[in-house]
């Protein structure tokens, strides 16, 4: 006898539009409206709703739970169970966009993004041979549960396994065997075609592949940790680089020198650019892929989670007809990501945009990216010269690598251009003393940079797993050596680590700002090369809040933990110590580079605790200066944000 779903949920089929129209959710004409665009586009007409602003989310599925009465859950908070899940096939799971979650004697729960799908529960009956129980969940929930329960570990073990058993009985040409482009059922492509998904549902951003003396190493970097899988077939690891060389146009003879490559694979339902770099090593080649999902798309300056005092200044800073901005912080820091929302949003028809980028990640329309290619002498210097004669308006350079680069930077922003780049280096006060460094007159560095940004990623606490703590004595301690002793009524939280989270107690991550807005004391201190005076002058600004800061903001909202904010501001802060003691110094890294020059004059330019916790983060947004300096001084004047023309400037 067939299984079907549970009598209550068999009623008259109904449509959703109707049902919004009738709960007077949406009007008709909206309704309409989203017809007419489901013939062009095929999607169901609650998705249609929900992307069109015309319906939120939740008020939806609370109505079609409400009507269906079926309970609406939140899937971050349920407690799911991996035996269970893999009763039902993956392939089960993505096509009819489903979950297992509870079992009984004679019913499943399953969770649905599309309680109205009759034929999904009647599939996922059929094949469990239970009756079906509904629940209607977030779809972009359920999506992204997906990908962290099915995840491919097991299989990527057992095709490994299944490849070193050829490699060890058969004759054969390995590179032969790594080539085969014709089957998708050789060990090699299977293998490799598994890793990826697994990379990609994980949403790792890079993949190592690492032979060992005797055994096969596969490791993700998600959400900036890398999660390690080890295998006993070392012998695959050849296999694989073949394959990827292959895939690469790499020279497949070549295994004594370094190579890099490139290619393009589409991998559930997704295209994905895949830099790759080779390196050999004492036990065979060691191979690394970074992942750029083209299909993703650019995050906009509103999507990078920017404080909104923050993301107003920086607005108006990059609307600035010239001058330079730095973006800067460690590799992985998501540096190129916010350039490139500051260039979505300048990317309009009146702007011409030119890239300097080494590599290029993300196309962008209408803007005219260049690759660096040092085999030809390419460089970030060549391509900014031959940029200059193209009528820009605004010039992205990749890094401020070295003196020639900074040197025709600076004179591109002194000439009617906006010029934005980045810098390695910890904070935004080193910054404006490393540029001023690099060989280039301070006077010139002085006139032409107009913002810093500096910034770091931390890891955020699982929702699903988030439990409150009391910090430990070490934390307690690095607390106190920051100004903040440790408060009863401040709480904090971390994850405890679950099945959503990969028991790691982080989901996702989030970007961690500090801006510095060069004033007249500023540049005069920098024209002068006067480290001590550029601390004072930076500290004493109203808007500026730094990293460390921002950092624990974010752990006493419960965003993050604190183990976290100690692991990304430790460099900021571990040089603050031998100068002042426990008192809080208010910009650690600004500090180490002041004290390297004078060590004598650090601790003297320490703010008080009482300073230094002021977030300042509620400040009314002011007029920017407009920084044209005249050759008596650097004079500047406010700049008057409700006059268009001071906008629309263009001197080049």
Known sequence: ????????????????????????????????????????????????????????????????????????????????????????????????????????????????????????????????????????????????????????????????????????????????????????????????????????????????????????????????????????????????????????????????????????????????????????????????????????????????????????????????????????????????????????????????????EDPIEYRLPRIQQVQVNPKIELDFARILRSALRQDPDVILVGEMRDQETVSVGVRAALTGHMVLSTLHTNDAISSAMRLADMGVEPHLVASSLRAIVAQRLVRRICDNCSQPYTPDNRQRIWLSHLGHEPDEEVQYFRGQGCYQCNNTGYRGRIGVYELLELDDNMLFALRDQDPNRFVEAANRSPYFVNMTERALEYAREGITDLTEVFRITADLEDRDFGLAGSQKVRHGGAAGHQAARNASMAASTAPSSEQAADPKQDQPVEPLPSQDFQDSGLSLQPLDLDDDSSQGEDNH
């Open 1 to 356: 006898m067939t299984q079907t779903t549970a009598a209550g949920s068999r009623q008259q089929k109904i449509r959703l539009g109707d049902l919004l129209v009738e709960k007077e959710v949406i009007t008709e004409g909206q309704l309409k409206l989203a017809l007419g665009e489901q013939k062009n586009s095929g999607k169901k007409i609650g998705r249609l709703l929900v992307d069109m602003g015309m319906v939120a989310e939740d008020r939806m599925l609370h109505v079609l739970a409400g009507h269906l009465q079926i309970p609406f859950l939140d899937l971050r908070r349920f407690n799911l169970n991996s035996e269970l899940i893999n009763k039902l096939p993956e392939s089960h799971a993505r096509r009819y966009r489903c979950l297992l979650l509870a079992e009984r004697e004679d019913s499943v729960q399953l969770a649905m993004s599309d309680p109205l799908d009759l034929m999904a529960q009647d599939e996922v009956a059929r094949t469990l041979g239970k009756t079906v129980e509904p629940a209607i969940v977030r779809e972009s929930e359920l999506l992204a549960t997906l990908d962290q329960v099915y995840r491919k570990s097991g299989e990527i073990a057992s095709l490994a396994g299944e490849l070193e058993t050829e490699l060890r009985e058969s004759d054969f040409d390995l590179a032969q065997l790594a080539g085969e482009t014709d089957t998708k059922d050789a060990p090699v492509v299977r293998l490799l075609q598994t890793i990826l998904e697994d990379a990609v549902q994980a949403g790792a951003s890079d993949i190592h592949i690492e032979p060992d003396e005797t055994t096969l190493r596969v490791r993700l970097r998600v959400d900036g940790m890398l999660q390690e899988q080890v295998m006993k077939e070392k012998r695959a690891a050849n296999a694989l680089v073949l394959r990827l060389k292959i895939m690469s146009n790499l020279d497949i003879s070549e295994k004594r020198m370094p190579q890099d490559g490139r290619f393009n694979i589409r991998i559930l339902d997704k295209s994905i650019d895949i830099r790759l770099s080779t390196m050999p090593t004492q036990y065979g080649e060691s191979v690394v892929m970074r992942l750029l999902d083209q299909t993703a798309g650019i995050l906009s300056l509103n999507g990078l989670g920017m404080p909104p005092s923050v993301l107003e200044r920086f607005r108006l800073q990059i609307e600035r007809p010239h001058g330079m901005i730095l973006v800067t912080g460690p590799t992985g820091s998501g540096k190129t990501t916010t350039l490139y929302a500051a260039l979505t949003e300048l990317n309009k028809a009146h702007r011409k945009i030119i890239t300097a």
